[in-house]
């Protein structure tokens, strides 16, 4: 089973910039390094969305709303995943997962990402 821990959010002004991490563990390098790993978000009231993942060939993809503003990125010798994050919006505002593709590991506690007007 893979547990993640997110960090790295915070609370920025509208345009500002955010670069949110995220680390898995009780998995080995080699196992991690094929699974294809998700950011998600929850906005308060709403349901938890994928934002960006990223696959085995460090192909990313996003949802239109992020396009052009996120990054998402890993480093499988530290079982990292990282959301760089530009031009923050107030609907940006959420708190932010990582977890597989699929978001059938347990989910981590998150990381709370506020984006004043």
């Known amino acids: 089973q893979v547990q993640f821990v997110e960090f790295g959010g915070g609370l920025v002004q509208a345009g500002g910039s955010l670069r949110l991490s995220c680390v898995a563990s009780s998995s080995s390098t080699g196992a991690f390094s094929i699974v294809h790993i998700g950011w998600f978000r929850q906005a308060p009231g709403k349901q938890r969305e994928l934002v960006a993942s990223?696959?085995?060939?460090?192909?990313?993809n996003y949802i239109d709303s992020v396009k052009g503003r996120f990054t998402i990125s890993r480093d499988n010798n530290s079982k990292m995943t990282y959301l760089q994050m530009i031009s923050l919006k107030p609907e940006d505002t959420a708190v932010y997962y990582c977890?597989?593709?699929?978001?059938?590991?347990?989910w981590g506690r998150g990381t709370e990402v506020t984006v004043s007007a």
């Open positions: 990223i696959n085995s060939r460090f192909e990313g």
């Open positions: 977890n597989g593709y699929s978001g059938g590991w347990p």
